[in-house]
């Protein structure tokens, strides 16, 4: 059954990605950039200072009384929950792995211009989104797809088909990137880093060149049980969950991190020669020397990108969506912050702590391990291991079980609202059996061999963009109306502009009266 499933994956895989979809991200992300004149460059002391920027501010980091909806700091803790996982750990080795080190480059090509893509994901998502059966917000691309683009002339079908196509997507996509994907790279690293002789000798079946062991369905099962208990308690357990472990989490791998690119500092300037000469100029270089085609180089650096901080996916819109900003700008400078903390930072980290620790020898491509789970444990391990103890192993092995299992959390929630979505009115008991079959789905991936559970989350981050990023697009002009009312106002100060908050004139007067009542607040 999973070779069948791999063959089929890899025909929609190659499309999907190969032909249509990193273009497709690559030309959302330049355009949304000229569109809004450059915003991330041209405003980021606007953007730095109210993000990290206010982080000791009150109305960004305190919970809400209101029950239905998450503060702008939770909204964010649950958004890179979801984004900061395997992506940026065997996501990057995989890429270097792969399409050299030329890849990285890539991954940060993606990630300048998705910012504008996340961005604008983020400002369609609090214009357009509105309160479901338990008086939660709902917001994400079903429906700025439905209401926005659906409201162009002779449109209205396309707009709701496109939702529906995406929430399928999505809700898939839940069941890939955000389950099977991060429990495989749990399993796979913590089993071999806390090996357990009377469990791991224990082989139930092999798949492929993988023997399935008793210790893998033992660490499936303990994940079950403690991803279940957080999904069952709903978006505000997921939130508080998100916005304890998150910023711990990134500071400890950045800290570790920067230790080993310290003590290899004479090596962190050919890493970096090695990147650019491995992205500008593959066939002469590192490329050449392996047989890498340019555009494996490209592809596989935007890909992993996306795979690891969602921009043009829209799906952390969905949780952004539940702030409790009147905003919909201020949610979106949010998003450009999500990718920069995910890929120019912890990605980063993670490609310099490869490329200097000489696991990879940067003149002839040759690389220690071929596995994208080991390469950076061993990368940590040239600097932690402690005479027979393999330390760095056994961090990056915690650091992917934390990382992966915030990501399984934050995911559940996008899953969920793209299910209720789907299901209308009959949401409440559609989304309770989402949650247990999304639960259950964390054995299969805990048994399932890496690669094909890598591929089929690729695969899956595809099909849920293309709709995504159509809806950018076609929301483009919504867009730039938006970030131009906010400058005038926000920035430029100007007061007889009124503010564009929402496409429903209700919510619109609520939050345009309390922006009037609270002039200091977003």
Known sequence: MFETLARINDVVNSFVWTKTGVWLLIATGILMTILTRGFQFTHIGHWWKKTIGSLFNKNVISHTDDKATISQFQALCTALAATVGVGNIAGVSAAIITG????????????????????????LGIYFRRKNHADEWSGGAMYYLQDGLGSYPHMKGVGRVLAVIFAICATLASF???????????????????????????????????DVTLYMLICGLVLMFLVGTVVIGGLQRIANVAEKIVPVMVALFVLGSLVIIFKNVV????????????ALSAPAVWGGTTGIAFKTIITQG????????????GSSVMVHSNSNVKEPVKQGLWGIFEVFADTIIVCTMTALVILTSGVINLDTGA???????????????????????DMGKMFVALAILVFAFTT????????????????????????????????CLILSGAMMTSSLAWDISDTFNGLMMIPNLIGVLAMSPLVMKITSNYVARRIKGDKSVKPVLSYDPDIEAQNSKYLAENPGED
């Open 267 to 278: 090596h962190v300037g050919p890493a970096f020669a090695a990147i650019f000469k491995g």
């Open 408 to 439: 399984i959390l934050g995911w559940s929630q996008y899953g969920s609202k793209a299910v209720e979505y789907l299901a209308g009115k009959h949401a409440p008991v559609a989304v309770k059996i989402y949650k247990i079959v999304f639960v």
């Open 100 to 123: 050299g080190p030329g890849a990285v480059f890539w991954m940060w090509f993606a990630a300048i211009f998705g910012m504008m893509t996340n961005y604008s994901e983020n400002i």
């Open 302 to 313: 935007c890909k992993r990108g996306v795979f690891s901080n969602e921009a043009g996916l």
């Open 367 to 389: 690389i220690e391990t071929t596995s994208d789970a080991v390469l950076v444990a061993d990368a940590f391990n040239s600097v932690f291991k402690i005479g027979v103890f």
């Open 176 to 210: 890939g990137i955000g389950n099977m994907g991060q429990v495989n790279k749990i399993v796979l690293n913590f089993t071999s880093s806390f090996d357990i002789k009377l469990f791991s000798s224990k082989v139930l079946y092999t798949s492929g060149d993988t």
